[in-house]
């Protein structure tokens, strides 16, 4: 006998009406959420103290889980899927996107083999090339997706590592000489992290300096290979960015394969912001010589209006991969032959039905409608960098090559760099405390300024205007 409080899921109508319950308050969130402060005023600790300590003992209705997002999470969201969120980098959930991150739940397949999902296996690979289209790619590359660039990175290296023929595999590093990994100084965390993991160690990681527009010096970083080939340390590849996180630079991504192919390097290229910018034909310029690298990661999660998390990993060498992370046990053959098991090219096993919500992007906002909005949001930067350029008491740090622009309050006279970024930070806290837009600061060669990134679907020209009427009205300039 069952034991009588075996709660059971819930029923066909309770499902349906539920999800009607969600479904109202997701859209209304989506409604809304533009007047919401959009970083959020939680002081820490705040849901832990609002929240019980234990789970509850007996189920309760939809209606008291909404009642608590309500309350109490969402006053301590910071909002990402606002038009005024113009940190880090703007991004977007579109509706589509939501669509299909809801349907991959309701499958919740999990894609390690073919045969344990064939149709997230081959939509994946379907959408992927639809993607690398888009963007101009070559055709014939392998395209899986992962979490973030972060992983995609790390997966990447990985390959590269195996790729230089010094048996990691097999060895392990103890027997090796030093590895040596390359990027630029404005390469994203990221790059590092990953070397960390593969063991560079920090000493095994070299910052390549960059020219006056922040992009990758190929002189140098010839000079810095050499270097390491002399000392007897082994160079096995090299990171070129396109769209860095501070700056958004592009690498000169020729120059750099043609240093790779001199010395047998592996090159990664990172355009996890700005690489679907290519699909607009015009931006096409940006991933020009990326044909040459052996692997590329893009990420629809920052600016294809995809949600989090959705990052693309391409490469013209799956095998390499394969030989990186191929790795079968008993339990997971299953003689299917001439199919893709994405296990083979990664180290995890599970992986979710990502593939579905790019499709959906795809399938509502079409290649044009995608490229108009990409066109938009850079026409939308270069506005803000007009206003910045025609003010006096403003002064733009770099070129605006994308969505997102650097850039500081500078009065006449005051010169000394600490009493400009109190002068700045002081700034970016005021306005984000007024809570119509969300700004983020970096520095730009050691000066600190504020960083403006457009990015979401429903920033209009009004809302860059209002920020900067902010800025000004904080600066009191
Ligand atoms: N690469 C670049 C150029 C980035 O700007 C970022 C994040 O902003 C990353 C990599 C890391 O992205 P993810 O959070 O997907 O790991």
């Not at 234990?54 to 939809?62: C, D, I, L, Q, S």
């Not at 969402?74 to 940190?87: C, D, E, I, Q, Y």
């Amino acid at each position: 006998m069952p034991a009588d409080n075996l709660i059971p899921d819930m029923t066909d109508a309770e499902f349906r009406d539920a999800l009607a319950k969600v479904g109202d308050w997701m859209a209304g969130y989506r409604s809304r959420v533009g007047n919401m402060p959009v970083l959020s005023r939680a002081v820490p600790g705040q849901i832990e103290k609002a929240l019980p300590q234990v789970a509850p003992v007996r189920g309760e209705p939809v209606e008291k889980w909404l009642k608590d997002l309500e309350q109490v999470i969402l006053p301590a969201v910071t909002h990402w899927n606002h038009p005024g969120f113009m940190a880090y980098f703007g991004i977007t959930a579109s509706a589509p996107g939501i669509l299909g991150e809801m349907v991959s739940s309701v499958l919740n397949v999990n894609g390690m083999l073919w045969k344990t999902s064939p149709a997230l296996v081959e939509l994946e690979q379907v959408v992927l090339r639809w993607l690398a289209s888009a963007m101009g790619l070559p055709a014939d590359w392998f395209g899986m997706i992962t979490d973030t660039a972060s992983t995609s990175t790390l997966v990447a290296l990985a390959a590269a590592r195996e790729a230089a023929d010094l048996n990691v595999r097999e060895d392990g590093l103890s027997s090796k000489p030093p590895l040596v990994l390359y990027c630029s100084q404005e390469a994203h965390s990221s790059v590092d992290k990953a070397g960390l993991v593969l063991g560079t160690g920090m000493q095994g990681i070299r910052h390549i300096p960059t020219d006056g527009e922040f992009r990758m010096n190929c002189d140098a970083l010839r000079e810095a290979i050499k270097n390491d080939i002399a000392q007897k340390r082994r160079p096995f590849a090299v990171v070129a960015t396109v769209g860095t996180t501070s700056v958004t630079a592009v690498d000169p991504v020729q120059k750099i394969s043609e240093v790779c192919r001199e010395f047998g390097l592996w090159l990664h290229v990172d355009a996890a912001y700005a690489g679907t910018a290519a699909i607009a034909p015009e931006f096409r310029w940006a991933l020009r010589g990326c044909d040459q690298a052996d692997s590329l990661v893009t990420n629809p999660h920052k600016w294809l209006f995809t949600p989090i998390d959705c990052s693309v990993l391409f490469t013209r060498r799956p095998d390499q991969f394969r030989n990186a992370f191929c790795l079968v046990p008993e339990y997971l053959r299953t003689g299917a032959e001439g199919v893709v098991d994405l296990m083979d090219y990664s180290f995890q096993l599970g992986r979710r039905f990502r593939a579905l919500k790019l499709w959906f992007v795809f399938r509502h906002f079409g290649t044009e409608g995608i490229a108009a909005r990409i066109r938009e949001h850079i026409r939308l930067a270069h506005e803000l960098a007009g206003w910045i350029d025609s003010h006096p008491k403003l002064e733009r740090l770099a070129p605006v090559n994308f969505s997102t622009v650097c850039f500081r309050v500078h009065p006449r006279g005051m010169d000394d760099e600490k009493d400009l970024e109190r002068l700045n930070s002081g700034v970016i806290d005021k306005v984000n405390a007024a809570g119509e837009v969300f700004l983020s600061h970096t520095k730009v060669r050691g000066n600190y300024c504020i960083r403006v990134a457009i990015g979401n679907l429903q920033t209009s020209i009004e809302r860059v205007r209002r920020a900067f009427d902010l800025i000004c009205a904080a600066a009191e300039i």
